[in-house]
C-alpha cells in the first residue's frame, strides 16, 4: 500500500508538473526534428539524417541531459527500432537489438568497441552498461540495418557510434552529485578548455548502488580525456584514452541464484589519429588499442582478457560534380585469452578495403554504391557489395531504398570456448553470410510534424545458435536460415510552443529455416513527451514490448514509465530528478532475471 500511494503521489506530482508547464512559453529553439540533424557514421561522410539512404536516429548531448541517460542503455532506451535485453540493473548486462538481432557495432568516435570473444551470451560482444555516459557526449548516431560494406563484420542489425565533445573557449568546469534509492551514488566531473592551438575535454564518473536483489550491488568508474591539436586550420591531430573499472555481484537468475559470485571490468583504451579537411572531405589515418580484462567468480574462478589493436585510413574525393569517391582500408588484430577457452591465446587478424561512390543520377536522386573486401585469417576473404538510392521528391520529403550482403565471422567463445561443466565451443564453425534491404519515407507533413517510415527485411544463413545436446549441456552449430521482415514507423510532432511528441512502433516477424517464431517481441511501442518551460523541463517516455521469448522461456509483455525533470536554479546550478520504472512494474525482459523495480535519482548540477 505504501509503494502504491508513492507511486500516486509521484505521478500527480509530475502531472501537475506538466500541466503548469503547458502555459509558459518555450525557452528554446533547439532542433526537435530528426531530418535536420547532422549525421558522418551512415556513409562515412557528412550528411544530413534526411539526405541519408537509411533509417537513421540521432540523439544529441542535449536529448541524454532530458533523459537522465547515464548509461548507454539508458540512452537507447526509447529509440525506435532498438530493444534492450537486460539481465537485471547497472553492472548486469544490457544488451541492444536491432532488425530482430544482437549482431550490432558499436562504436566510439568510429572505433570499433565489439569485444572478439563475446560477452558470455548472444552474438553482438557488447554490453551496454559498461558505457558509462557524461557531459562530454556531442550526440549519439544509431544507423539501422546492414552496414557491413563500412564497418565489416558484426554490421546486421545496425550501428551505434558515440561521438564525443571537443573542448573549446567556451567550454565549462561542471560538477555532478546525486543520490538515490538502493544506496544509489553517482558523482561526475567535466572540464574542458583551448590554448591556442589546443584543445582538451575530460570527464570523469563514479557510479554506484546496492542492487535491489541479493549480491547485485555494482561500482563504476570511468574516466576519459581527449586531447585536439591543430596544426593548421585543415589538418588536426586527436588523442584518446578511456579507463573503465567496475565490480558487479552476479545474483544469477531466479532459478539458481548466487550470494557470492562477481565480475569486475578493467579497461583501458587509448587513440591516437590525423586529420585533414579538404574540398572533398576529410583524410583520416587513425590507430587504437582495445584492452579489457574481464574476471571474477562464476560457479568458478573466470578470466578473459581482449585485445583489439587497429589501423584504419579513410579519404575521399570527387570524380567530378556527380560521383563523390570514399574509400579506405582497415587493419585489425584480434587477440583473446581466457580461462574460458584454456588460457591458450587465440588471435585473428583482419586486413580490409572499402571503396563506395555517391553518384548524382540527377539534382533529386543519388545512387550510392559500394564494395568491401573483408580477408580474415581464419575465413579467408569475402567481398560484400551495397547499393543505397535516395530521391528527393520535395524540399520536405525524400525516399529511400537501400540492399547490401552482410558478414558476421564466429566470436572466439563460439570457437573455442569451454566452460568446465560441458558446454564447449565449435572450431568447425562456418562465417554468417546473407544481406539485409530496407525501403522508406522521410518527410516533414507539416512544419510542426515529421514522420519516418521503413519496412526491412534480413536473411541470415549458416545463422550460429547455441543448440541444447543433452545431459543439460550446449554447443554452438550452424542452422539453416533466420528471416526477419518488419516495419519501423516514428512520429514526432511540436504540439505547441513548449511541447513536443515523439511516437515510434515497430513490428517485427523472425523465423528460422523451419518457420519456427524465434521469440523476438512482435510489437514494439514508444512515446515521449517532452516539455520546455524557461527554468523547468521534464520528459516522461512509456516503452511498451509484447511478449518475447523461445518456448519454455518466454516473457509477458510490459509497459514502462521513465521520467526525467531538470529545474535550473540560475545559470549555474540546476536539480534533477530521474526515476526509471515509474509504476515499479515486476518486470523480465530475459527469463528468470528480473529487471529493476523503480529507481529514483535526485541531483545537483553545478558549473564553475
Known sequence: MRNRNLTKKIAAALAAGTLLCTTQAWASEDSIFQLDQITVTADRIVQTVGTTPANTTVISGADLQNKGAHTLADAL???????????????????????????VVVLIDGKRMNLPQGIGTGSGGVDLNTFILGDNIDRIEVVHGGASVLYGADAVGGVINIITKKGDTSTKTTTSIAGGNDGARYYALTTGGQEKNTRWY??????????????????????????????????????????????AGIPGSLTYPSLTDFQDILRRNWSAGYTKQHQDGTRTFRYYNNDQVYSGENYGYFRHHNTVKALEYQDSTSLDQDNLITWGGEWRKDEVTSTAEGNILRKGITKALFIQDKYSLNPAATLTVGLRRDDNSIYGAHWLPKAAYLYQASPTTSYFANWGKVFKAPKFDDLYGDDGWGNTGNPDLKPETGWTAEVGVKTKLTPNHEAILSLFKRNLNNA?????????????????????????????????????????????????????????????????????????SQTVNGIYQAKSGSSGAKVDGRFI????????????????????????????????????????????????
Open 77 to 103: 532506451q526509447g529509440v525506435t527500432g532498438v530493444t534492450i535485453r537486460n539481465y537485471g540493473g547497472t553492472g548486469q548486462k544490457a544488451i541492444p537489438y536491432m532488425l530482430g538481432t544482437d549482431r
Open 561 to 608: 514509465v521513465n521520467t526525467n525533470t531538470n529545474y535550473s536554479i540560475d545559470k549555474d546550478t540546476s536539480l534533477f530528478l530521474t526515476i526509471n520504472n515509474l509504476f515499479d512494474k515486476n518486470y523480465q525482459s530475459v527469463y528468470d532475471y528480473p529487471a529493476n523495480g523503480r529507481t529514483i535519482l535526485l541531483g545537483v548540477k553545478q558549473s564553475l
Open 464 to 536: 550460429i545458435d547455441w543448440e541444447y545436446i543433452g545431459s543439460g549441456k550446449y554447443r554452438p552449430n550452424n542452422i539453416d536460415n533466420y528471416r526477419a521482415t518488419g516495419v519501423n514507423v516514428s512520429l514526432t510532432s511540436k504540439l505547441n510552443a513548449i511541447t513536443t511528441t515523439e511516437i515510434g512502433y515497430t513490428y517485427l516477424d523472425s523465423h528460422d529455416q523451419n518457420n519456427k517464431d524465434l521469440g523476438d517481441p512482435r510489437h514494439s511501442f514508444n512515446i515521449g513527451i517532452n516539455i520546455h518551460d524557461g527554468k523547468l
Open 202 to 247: 575530460f570527464s570523469g564518473i563514479q557510479d554506484s548502488n546496492d542492487g535491489q536483489r541479493a549480491n547485485s550491488n555494482y561500482k563504476g568508474k570511468n574516466a576519459s580525456f581527449r586531447i585536439d591539436h591543430d596544426l593548421t586550420a585543415q589538418e588536426n591531430l586527436t588523442f584518446t584514452y578511456d579507463y573503465y573499472d567496475s565490480h
